[in-house]
C-alpha cells in the first residue's frame, strides 16, 4: 500500500458509488491505472466490498443497545456455539469477542424496549453457555465511515 492506495481508499470510503473516472480524478491517476489498482485492492482483501448505509428509523428500528455477555465456560466449543448462535439472530448488527470480565459485546438493533426484553430473554439468557449478560442502551449512534490512514510501502 502507498499513498495513492491510501486515497484510493479514503475516496472510497466516502463515497463507494462513485464511478471510475471521478475516482481516477480524485487521486490524480489515469482511468486504466485507477481500475488496476482498484482490481489488486479487491485481489489482496484490502477492499472486502461494499453496502449501503440505512438510516434505521426508517426501517422500523427504534432502540439499539449493546449486550455483553460472559459465558459459563470457555472451551473453544462452547465460545464457537456461542459465537454461531449469536450472528445468526437479524437483530444482530455486530459481534465483538473480548478480553476482559466479559467475553463478547453484541451491538443490536430492535424496534423497541419490549422487543430488546424478548431478544435478551430468548435469544441470550436460554442459551446454557451463558452465564450473565450487562445491556447498554445507545443514545446516539455515530459511525466512522474511514478506517484511518496507514500507510504500508510496498
Not at 480524485?26 to 453496502?51: K, W
Not at 460472559?70 to 465460545?79: I, K, W
Request: with cysteine; proline share 3%; charged share 20%.
Amino acid at each position: 500500500m502507498d499513498r495513492i492506495d491510501n486515497a484510493i481508499l479514503a475516496a472510497l470510503q466516502n463515497d463507494g458509488r462513485m464511478s471510475n473516472k471521478e475516482l481516477s480524478a480524485a487521486v490524480g491517476l489515469a482511468p486504466s491505472s485507477c481500475l488496476e489498482r482498484v482490481r489488486r485492492l479487491h485481489e489482496r482483501g484490502i477492499i472486502t466490498g461494499f453496502r449501503a448505509q440505512v438510516s434505521p428509523p426508517a426501517v422500523g428500528i427504534g432502540l439499539q443497545a449493546f449486550v455483553s455477555v460472559r459465558l459459563a465456560q470457555h472451551s473453544r466449543d462452547v465460545v464457537d456455539a456461542f459465537r454461531e448462535h449469536i450472528i445468526s439472530l437479524p437483530e444482530v448488527v455486530s459481534v465483538y469477542h473480548v478480553a476482559g470480565q466479559e467475553d463478547f459485546v453484541v451491538h443490536v438493533a430492535v424496534r423497541d424496549a419490549d422487543h430488546l426484553r424478548n431478544l435478551t430473554l430468548d435469544g441470550f439468557t436460554t442459551r446454557a453457555e451463558v452465564a450473565r449478560l450487562n445491556t447498554a442502551l445507545v443514545y446516539e449512534h455515530i459511525a466512522q465511515t474511514a478506517w484511518p490512514n496507514y500507510t504500508v510501502e510496498d
